[in-house]
């Protein structure tokens, strides 16, 4: 089974820290994802990464940046956390080389508050 | 990629087929129908697939009309732990835009 892990469930930061949020994935998938999901926003994606080193953009990339150093990582950067990035956060993997069709396998979420 | 609309909720009694409805009228024609589920607490988890034929799995079952403007996801006996958010999506390429879902209860 793939497995997608990520490093908190809860985490609690101030305004204006620096915030690392890790994803791994143990399948060796090309594609990873951040997504963010608010109540009455459903799941919006903020940035993708198709293979090592490379990332596009989502719908919500103002705020966030990420890294992919390696293929089974992908770090969720909060530069400066502000308290509208509170929400939950969720990576996704997705393999490639059998079609368009390849389901995402998610995480179980971080729930980040930033006070 | 296509947007889908969706009601915003549902009830289903236990042990009866839930049908959960999903509008994509201007979906082209490369473009996949997803559907997943997330239970409350959890990341959203993988059900069906579809381009233009009816599919079935162990999970459910994903009716799409000929014309690919509409989909229907069915539970065929529900049970209390299909209470959560369905979401229907539109996909091609890499991007899963998954909107606010159908959050479906199930009731005992």
């Known amino acids: 089974d793939v497995k997608v892990t990520q490093s908190s469930r809860y985490l609690v930061k101030r305004t204006g820290e620096k915030v690392f949020l890790e994803c791994v994935q143990d399948m060796d998938h090309e594609n990873m994802f951040w997504y963010r999901q608010d109540p009455g926003l459903g799941l919006r994606l903020i940035y993708f990464s198709y293979d090592v080193k490379m990332k596009e953009k989502g719908d919500i990339p103002e705020g966030y940046s990420v890294s992919r150093e390696k293929k089974e990582r992908f770090s969720l950067i909060l530069e400066s956390a502000s308290t509208n990035q509170t929400s939950m956060y969720l990576c996704?993997?997705?393999?490639?080389?059998?079609?368009?069709?390849?389901?995402?396998?998610f995480g179980p979420g971080t729930r980040l508050t930033v006070t | 990629d296509a947007k889908t609309t969706q009601p915003p909720s549902m009830d289903c009694a236990e042990g009866r087929a839930a049908n959960l409805p999903c509008n994509h009228s201007?979906?082209?024609?490369?473009?996949?129908v997803y559907w997943y589920r997330q239970i409350h607490s959890q990341g959203p988890q993988y059900i069906i697939h579809g381009l233009k034929n009816n599919e079935t799995n162990e999970m459910a079952s994903l009716i799409i009309t000929e014309d690919r403007k509409s989909s229907t996801l069915i539970l065929p006996h529900a049970t209390l732990r299909d209470t959560a958010v369905y979401y229907c999506?539109?996909?091609?390429?890499?991007?899963?835009?998954f909107g606010t879902g159908t959050s479906l209860t199930v009731i005992p």
């Open positions: 996704a993997s997705r393999g490639t080389g059998t079609g368009v069709w390849n389901e995402q396998y």
């Open positions: 999506i539109a996909v091609t390429g890499n991007q899963f835009y």
């Open positions: 201007t979906i082209s024609g490369n473009e996949y």
